[in-house]
């Protein structure tokens, strides 16, 4: 009976023991909804999802989840996320949208593309002919989205050329959902995040101040040692920032810090003060 009780407590103590060293899953991640086998490059993480839904509903599911649909900002990115699903099936929604000008009666729009995250349109990869808004009025709507696939994918069979590469091409909403064109979508998460320690300094005319942050990976929710932001003033003649990674004021106003650190993003309002009179 001892011997039984002995064997038992030494069993549990191993058991703790081997419990303790057992590699983290990567499912305690800081988002756990980022799946395991999730693409991971230049700071973000990417997901194919194989539905069919329109390009609202694929938004919606993608912030659910915390991230957004895909945005590509170069070449590089676009051709890293297309490694990845090119032998998925195609096309994909992205975050890209058209926001102009609708003229019912004419049945025109301008294109206006924007991002989901707000970010500048610098990079595009459009098909030939496109954006050709095909039938989108045919369908009495006005939506327009962007997805990516193939040449043949993404635009008129008749006019597109095959190709590996990934194209984009412009979609009704509710049209390529009835047909099942679109056949997924992809969503994008920023791994970092950038904590400041307080959203509004000031600092007096001619001194220096400091923006306190720290940078975590949001993939494995533990601080990044040693990383350093990238600071950028609205304007240099309020708020000047020196190599140091210091604030100067340079004159009485306001002027905002933008922090930066592969893909995350940060704020800080500068006050810039004029020096305070001395007592006599």
Not at 143 to 165: S, W
Not at 254 to 279: P, Q
């Amino acid at each position: 009976m001892k011997k039984s009780i002995v064997f038992g407590v030494v069993t549990l103590l191993f058991v703790l023991f081997i419990g303790a060293f057992t590699p983290v899953s990567a499912k305690n991640k800081y988002n756990k909804n980022i799946p395991d086998d999730a693409l991971k490059f230049n700071g973000h993480y990417y997901y194919y999802y194989n539905e069919s839904v329109t390009w609202e509903e694929a938004k919606e599911k993608c912030e659910a989840l915390g991230g957004h649909l895909v945005v590509f900002t170069n070449e590089n990115e676009e051709k890293a996320v297309w490694d990845y699903i090119e032998k998925k099936d195609t096309p994909a929604w992205i975050g890209l949208y058209n926001a102009g000008a609708i003229d019912v009666i004419f049945g025109t729009v301008e294109d206006d593309w924007k991002w989901v995250t707000g970010e500048k349109v610098k990079y595009t990869n459009w098909a030939d002919k496109q954006p050709d808004h095909e039938g989108h009025f045919i369908q009495n709507t006005y939506d327009m989205y962007a997805a990516i696939g193939r040449g043949e994918d993404v635009c008129n069979p008749e006019l597109a050329v095959e190709t590996k590469t990934p194209t984009w091409g412009d979609f009704d909403n509710a049209y390529s959902l009835s047909k099942e064109f679109v056949k997924g979508y992809v969503c994008e998460w920023d791994i970092y995040e950038i904590k400041v320690e307080v959203k509004e300094i000031s600092v007096k005319k001619g001194k220096k101040t400091a923006i306190t942050y720290t940078i975590y990976d949001k993939a494995g929710n533990k601080k990044v040692k040693d990383a350093t932001a990238y600071l950028k003033s609205s304007d240099k003649k309020i708020a000047k920032v020196l190599k140091s990674g210091r604030i100067k004021g340079v004159a009485a106003g306001n002027a905002t810090i933008t922090l930066k650190y592969k893909g995350a993003k940060a704020k800080v309002k500068v006050t810039v003060t004029t020096k305070s009179s001395k007592k006599k």
